[in-house]
Nanobody, 118 residues
Framework: QVQVVESGGGLVQAGGSLRLSCSASGTLIGAKTMGWYRQAPGKQRELVAS???????NYGSFVEGRFSVSRVYSKNTVYLQMHSLKPDDSGVYYC????????????WGQGTQVAVSS
């Protein structure tokens, strides 16, 4: 049973930084893709950043170079370093993990709250 657990959210002032962490446990199989989505109240969930097992990264257009995604493959762990945070970055950030072998499928964490004050 794959479990996805995030940490690192919190309250920060505009212009500040946060680092989110996420680990997928319960399998020794390496994930194909790991990444982050976010959802603000009244809005759809959107991609923030993702990274594949070939180190291909993908970012939401709003990131504009402020965030960086990275992973530790041996530990099925992914990080999201966020700088120059804006109030519009506030929301619940969800870790997403996709396996294409072994426990095939998409897995989500419970979400971690990010609040950016102006």
């Amino acid at each position: 049973q794959v479990q996805v657990v995030e940490s690192g959210g919190g309250l920060v002032q505009a212009g500040g930084s946060l680092r989110l962490s996420c680990s997928a446990s319960g399998t020794l199989i390496g994930a194909k893709t790991m990444g982050w989505y976010r959802q603000a109240p009244g809005k759809q969930r959107e991609l923030v950043a993702s990274v594949t097992n070939f180190d291909t990264t993908n970012y939401g257009s709003f990131v504009e170079g402020r965030f960086s995604v990275s992973r530790v493959y041996s530990k099925n762990t992914v990080y999201l370093q966020m700088h120059s945070l804006k109030p519009d970055d506030s929301g619940v950030y969800y870790c997403h993990v996709r396996f294409e072998v072994g426990p095939r499928g998409d897995y989500w964490g419970q979400g971690t709250q990010v609040a950016v004050s102006s």
